[in-house]
């Protein structure tokens, strides 16, 4: 097992895509990681041409382009996933993944299932983590404790989380599901795999 607060790079430095509803705990899961393995791995930023919230900072939460570039950057197939979401773009630049992976960092991906499908298309290797909840009224209270979205927000991502676990059933789409119980019991399954030696 890798010393708990030196960098560690693991084996297989493929990026890591992380998939599963929202609220489920993705993101608690892969900051645990990060904080447990310092200068290991990057979170992958994505762009969107959405504007910045209060408190968001270019480059740091998002690359935020006009719908422009954006345009103009899925023309030139820059892009391995993206998406539109509620009138605004999103989406993950292959000079992103590259940038961050030529730091010698993995690369990590926090993306929903129509990325998935299209990273899963595209040409770059990865490793596919699912985070599941273990139940739906687990991801609802998940959802409501956060306390960051409205009811009709929480609808929506429950109503969607119907198909991204569905979805997630079809075999091989997956390298692992880790089921979001026990924080640490996932933490450490998500730890293993990631750390798992070279096949
Ligand atoms: N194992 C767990 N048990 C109980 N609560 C948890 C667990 N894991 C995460 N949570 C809590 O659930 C909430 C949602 O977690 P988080 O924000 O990490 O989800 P997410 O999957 O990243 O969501 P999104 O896709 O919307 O960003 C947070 O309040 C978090 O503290």
Redesign the pocket.
């Known amino acids: 097992m890798a010393p708990s607060s030196s960098p560690s790079l693991p084996a297989d430095r493929r990026p890591l895509v992380i998939s ?1 509803p ?7 899961l892969y900051k645990m990681l990060f904080d447990r393995h310092p200068e290991t791995f990057a979170l992958s930023v994505s762009h969107t041409t959405r504007a910045p919230r209060p408190g968001e900072a270019d480059a740091v939460d998002y690359h935020f382009v006009p719908m422009a570039a954006f345009e103009d950057l899925i023309a030139r197939d820059g892009f391995v996933e993206h998406a539109k979401f509620g009138g605004n773009r999103y989406g993950t630049s292959k000079m992103t993944i590259e940038e961050q992976g030529r730091k010698g960092r993995v690369v990590v991906l926090d993306i929903e299932m129509e990325g998935v499908k299209q990273i899963k298309q595209s040409t770059i290797s990865a490793r596919y983590v699912f ?1 599941a909840p273990p139940s739906t009224a687990a991801l609802e209270a ?1 959802l409501r ?2 306390g960051t979205e409205t009811e009709a927000s929480i609808q929506k991502r429950l109503d969607q989380a119907v198909n991204e676990l569905e979805y997630a059933k079809t075999p091989g789409v997956h390298d692992i599901t880790i089921v ?4 640490e019991t ?1 933490y450490k399954a998500l730890e293993d795999f990631v750390y798992k030696p070279l096949e």
């Open positions: 599963g929202s609220g489920v705990g993705k993101g608690t985070v998940r404790g956060r979001n119980d026990d924080l996932a």
